[in-house]
Nanobody
Framework: QVQLVESGGGLVQPGESLRLSCAAS????????IGWFRQAPGKEREGVSC????????FYLGAVKGRFTISRDNARNTVYLQMNSLKPEDTGVYYC??????????????WGKGTQVTVSS
């Protein structure tokens, strides 16, 4: 069973950047879609970005298009989320998940424990 561990979160000021990593262990990610989700305080979790198993297809939440970039390195069993021009509304706990579909959560089978991103001046 694959296990996912997120890293790279932190406290940044508006306009700054962060790169999140989702590292897998226990199994390969080669044949799985991977998604990044976030949950802000008092809000429901939402799908931020997804990437196909071969990296050829991606999805972005409208609010992050043009600012966030998802990528994967199957050789390293890791998926990344580059987040630029961060805004306070990007604050939340960011989770990665693996499965057969994305961003519909019913198709995601394995979840990491999350990493906190806080954007504040």
């Amino acid at each position: 069973q694959v296990q996912l561990v997120e890293s790279g979160g932190g406290l940044v000021q508006p306009g700054e950047s962060l790169r999140l990593s989702c590292a897998a262990s226990g199994s390969t990610l080669d044949n799985k879609l991977i998604g990044w989700f976030r949950q802000a305080p008092g809000k429901e979790r939402e799908g931020v970005s997804c990437i196909a198993s071969n990296g050829g297809g991606t999805f972005y939440l409208g609010a992050v298009k043009g600012r966030f970039t998802i990528s994967r390195d199957n050789a390293r069993n890791t998926v990344y989320l580059q987040m630029n021009s961060l805004k306070p509304e990007d604050t939340g706990v960011y989770y990665c998940a693996a499965g057969r579909g994305c961003p519909d959560e019913k198709y995601l089978e394995v979840w990491g424990k999350g990493t906190q991103v806080t954007v504040s001046s």
